[in-house]
């Protein structure tokens, strides 16, 4: 594919009307339904296996998953770049039946890498518009409003193969949102941006999708800015989709140990477990044991506790007792003094667990090689 029939794709250019899309989006439950989508290559086999995927209109969707697992691959199929065999459905349409350009000009790809022309910054995102046939005299307001949410209206008449990394990258998000696209996607938004400003772009992107009613699919390796994003996340490993939920319940109910130490899940202890006339009895790989209230889905290998989950057992603690409790008694082998939280790593046996308690429900210090109790309510151990 040669620079020009990326750029266009990353466009997305259209003849439908606006209020023709809106119109068919209201009358559609999805903007996108895939089913058995499957991607395949001369030397790989499954690439992409996804069994059923929907997003609704205006859902903000983060897509998580480690190198190789098909997290691009997945945008390039549903802009219609990536050859696929399956059912899949775009803004209500069955792609097979309805003409792919078209539906590809209803949405917005940003590229992991930056594609813009040998034009100026302005000329490049003016195209977008241009190409959807926009009136020449809405553009220009147009595009510097782009350019200014983004933080780079100052660049409009430098030409774009002189703009920095990051330059460049803030320019492709100007091009993608520019156009008020119904589904956005996303690859890697925050790449090459400065530290200080990801959180930033991200933001506005979040509030330009809201304000439009656009659906977004977010793929990034930055943790932080799928926590600021999106609520609803997928996890993508091998091709597949491991979990679909909110976001929480990725980070804190994981479905496998591969996804746990993705998302850093604080403790992912090894652990067995026995089934009682009282309930269900788990015993971790650190001599911890305890009465598990709920049911668990055997078999298991390991206990996930977020390190949020526990807190410091005194008689000086401002956090109540409750009934059901475990306590662990340990050696403090390391304390990070955060802001409002402390981290503290605490040997347990041949175990280290790594807890992170609110300062507020501290009430004196916490030394290097003290013991201390810490304890946590069974109801958040999570089972792998």
Not at 372 to 382: E, G, N, Q, V, Y
Request: glycine letters at 6%; aromatic letters at 6%.
């Amino acid at each position: 594919m040669n620079m020009m029939t990326e750029f266009k794709s990353f466009v997305n250019l259209q003849s439908y009307p606006v209020a023709r899309q809106e119109n068919l989006t209201r009358m559609n439950e999805y903007v996108l339904n895939m089913q058995q989508v499957n991607v395949d290559s001369k030397k790989r086999k499954n690439i992409l296996s996804i069994e059923n995927f929907a997003v609704r209109p205006g859902e903000l969707v983060a897509v998580l998953g480690p190198n190789g697992a098909g997290k691009s691959t997945l945008l390039r199929t549903i802009n219609l770049l990536q050859p696929y065999r399956g059912q899949m459905q775009l803004f209500g349409q069955d792609v097979c039946h309805t003409n792919k350009t078209l539906l590809r000009r209803r949405s917005a790809l940003v590229f992991q890498e930056t594609l813009l022309l040998n034009d100026t910054v302005f000329n490049n995102v003016a195209k977008v518009l241009e190409f959807r046939g926009i009136p020449a005299n809405k553009i220009k307001q147009k595009v510097h409003t782009a350019l200014a949410t983004f933080g780079c209206e100052h660049l409009a008449n430098r030409s774009a193969r002189s703009l920095s990394g990051g330059e460049a990258k803030r320019v492709c998000i100007a091009c993608g949102l520019v156009a008020d696209s119904e589904l956005l996607l996303l690859d890697e938004p925050s790449a090459s941006l400065d530290v200080g400003i990801r959180a930033e772009i991200i933001e506005k992107i979040r509030q330009s999708a809201q304000a439009r009613g656009s659906a977004v699919i977010l793929v990034s390796h930055n943790f932080t800015d799928i926590l600021h994003f999106a609520e609803r996340a997928i996890a993508l490993f091998d091709g597949c989709i491991v979990q679909d939920d909110k976001l929480e319940m990725l980070i804190r109910r994981p479905a496998n140990e591969q996804l746990a130490r993705l998302v850093g899940m604080d403790n992912i202890i090894p652990c067995r477990v026995e089934r009682g006339s009282r309930g269900y009895f788990i015993k971790l790989a650190n001599s911890i044991e305890f009465l598990y209230p709920g049911e668990v889905r055997t078999p298991i290998t390991a206990c996930c506790l977020s390190g949020d989950a526990f807190y410091i057992d005194d008689t000086t603690s401002s956090v109540p007792y409750q009934p059901g409790m475990v306590t662990i008694k340990g050696r403090v082998e390391r304390i990070v003094r955060g802001i409002g939280i402390y981290t503290i790593w605490v040997k347990v046996g041949e175990q280290t667990l790594i807890a992170r308690v609110p300062q507020s429900h501290i009430s004196g210090n916490v030394y290097q090689h003290e013991i201390i109790k810490l304890a946590f309510h069974p109801r958040d151990a999570h089972f792998i």
